[in-house]
């Protein structure tokens, strides 16, 4: 199972960025996806959260500003991203619980991506 993280870049204070996030393998159930984030300096932090069925958690450092939504047809969770501040600067980091089944067991693992950097310049 691998996750895919993509859409960070650099952006002005007050712009916006998406944020996609393809998880493949062997899957068989996605559970609750998310992102995280991780500025210099500073340990890595949730950022927000949605389950199979959609309900959303969010911090509330971007409550209002930032979208968390996902296509499950896709395996795919999505980070919109408004309002953006410099404090927002930091590599974004995707992860997933995922169900993968092998000989017919399942196994329930957290899988992570590999980040992508936004920059937000003042």
């Known amino acids: 199972v691998q996750l895919q993280a993509s859409g960070g870049g650099l952006v002005q204070a007050g712009g916006s960025l998406r944020l996609s996030c393809v998880a493949s393998?062997?899957?068989?159930?996605?559970?609750?996806m998310g992102w995280n984030r991780q500025a210099p300096g500073k340990e890595r932090e949730l950022v927000a959260t949605i389950t199979s069925g959609g309900s959303t958690n969010y911090a509330d450092s971007v409550k209002a500003r930032f979208t968390i939504s996902r296509d499950n047809a896709k395996n795919t969770v999505y980070l919109q991203m408004n309002s953006l501040k410099p404090e927002d600067t930091a590599v974004y980091y995707c992860?997933?619980?995922?169900?993968?089944?092998?000989?017919?067991?399942?196994?329930?693992?957290?899988?992570w991506g590999q980040g992508t950097l936004v920059t937000v310049s003042s």
């Open positions: 393998g062997n899957i068989f159930s996605i559970n609750v």
């Open positions: 992860n997933a619980d995922i169900t993968t089944m092998t000989w017919g067991k399942p196994s329930d693992r957290n899988y």
